[in-house]
């Protein structure tokens, strides 16, 4: 997609000035969640797409206004109210600003539900997202296929042979491409079912949440977690009929299937049996806390929504609650650490993951700047915006390379992707992991 050319501080007043004209806080009841927005514009500057852009339309005030509109019947839902709504990351990093409390993330997620039912994309785009929403992750083995297509892609020689060629410039692929997840050559699906005792005294029976495209992507990262886990006192048990979290659908709008997948993982895990249901993913975690949204605050499946979402706990999170007693040998290694959006703020979660870091002996932890601000990849952003996602990741890399570190950690698969895209892209020659993966590294093995 084009991108517009930045305003000046006097076009972004203006439109603005035209965005607010006829809005007032004490508009109809049914717009309580616009209407706590005070358009004081503290979110402008941390929102990525409007550092990127600098037009009104394209930061979270603006958006709001848009979406208040379409609900008040002023505005259409048409081609310019869609783009505005499709450049949003849904970083939620406005969230973590607001002096209001507004909760842009959920008004988004509607927002893009409406456009769901009530646009018409064209044809090709209709096409993909009901291959990717509805006829792709809800089923494993359709991943699983899709994997062993793309790891032949991978391995075979195709992957060089198109890029030599120039084939995926000629599609307007080459930047996709460059983003796409390296397939592992064994998946997890193989580990489902299991339980895996802990080492030592128990000290938590829990539950892992596996992933969708992360259990052919990411395989070793979740078998990871499990050892940190068992290293820790804790008993794992990986559901056998857990599915996709349903993060992607309801971020896209396709609510239906998001509650279709919440109440198969209702099913699969027995929230009762565990202590906690652990997730490695910070985007699968956010949607995991948050299913109750998903359904009428007194429908019959909102109980089942609160009790499991009661559970879930990132990674993180419950081995700082928990406590590490697992013992660790030094690793010496200067590394930074990416704030994972959906971690810092969805979850709101933001010291743990760096309590676990400087628990490792002979790390030394250095901050980055602007740590907490998207690198891009946010869900399917990076495939659906490349432009965006590969500007972001730019200002992201340069972050990183000034702190010298050896290594970049951070929280999220999706994260890990997009960071290590940029080191090969950007040449710095850092190695990119998730929090957990260091830990594991640095467990003593008997």
């Known amino acids: 997609m084009e991108h517009n050319p930045p305003q000046t501080h006097e076009d972004a007043q203006r439109e603005f000035a035209l965005t607010l004209s006829g809005f007032s806080a004490t508009d109809k009841p049914e717009y309580e969640d616009y209407s706590r927005c005070v358009h004081c514009g503290l979110c402008s500057n941390n929102c990525p797409t409007y550092r990127l852009w600098g037009r009104e339309a394209d930061s979270p005030r603006g958006r709001i206004r848009q979406m208040a509109l379409v609900d008040q019947g002023r505005l259409e839902i048409g081609e310019t109210f869609v783009t505005h709504i499709d450049r949003c990351l849904n970083c939620r990093n406005c969230e973590t600003v607001c002096p209001s409390g507004v909760e842009y993330g959920k008004i988004l997620e509607l927002a893009r539900a409406q456009i769901e039912q009530k646009y018409k994309r064209p044809l090709t785009s209709r096409l993909l997202r009901d291959f990717v929403y509805r006829r792709l992750l809800p089923r494993p083995r359709r991943i699983a296929a899709a994997a062993r297509f793309m790891r032949f892609y991978q391995s075979s020689g195709l992957a060089s042979l198109a890029r030599a060629t120039g084939i995926l410039r000629l599609l307007g692929l080459q930047d996709r491409e460059r983003l796409l997840p390296k397939v592992d050559s064994t998946f997890f699906f193989t580990d489902l079912g299991k339980t895996f005792p802990a080492q030592g005294p128990q000290r938590a029976r829990v539950a892992f949440f596996a992933g969708c495209v992360a259990q052919v992507t990411f395989s070793e990262l979740n078998r990871a977690t499990i050892r940190v886990l068992q290293a820790n006192g804790c008993e794992v048990v990986v559901p056998a009929e857990q599915i996709c979290c349903g993060a992607l659908a309801a971020h896209a709008g396709v609510r239906d299937v998001a509650r279709d997948l919440a109440q198969a993982n209702f099913h699969a895990f027995r929230a009762d049996d565990f202590d906690a249901i652990i997730t490695n993913a910070a985007g699968c975690g956010s949607t995991l806390k948050e299913y109750a949204f998903l359904f009428a ?150």
């Open 297 to 446: 605050a007194d429908g019959p499946n909102r109980a089942d929504a609160e009790k499991f979402s009661a559970k879930v706990r990132d990674i993180s999170e419950f081995l700082v609650d928990l406590g590490l007693v697992a013992p660790l040998r030094p690793v010496p290694m200067r590394v930074t650490y990416q704030d994972s959006c959906h971690l810092v703020h969805g979850q709101k979660i933001r010291e743990a993951p760096r309590t676990l870091i400087r628990a490792i002996p002979s790390v030394e932890f250095v901050e980055m700047a602007l740590s907490d601000l998207c690198c891009g990849s946010a869900g399917v952003y990076n495939v659906t915006q490349p432009k965006a996602a590969l500007d972001l990741l730019t200002d992201k890399m340069n972050h990183a390379k000034q702190t010298k570190a050896q290594a970049i950690l951070t929280a999220n698969p999706g994260c890990i992707l997009q960071l290590r895209a940029g080191a090969a892209i950007h040449n710095t020659g850092q190695e990119v992991l998730h929090v957990v993966e260091l830990l594991d590294r640095a467990l003593v093995k008997s």
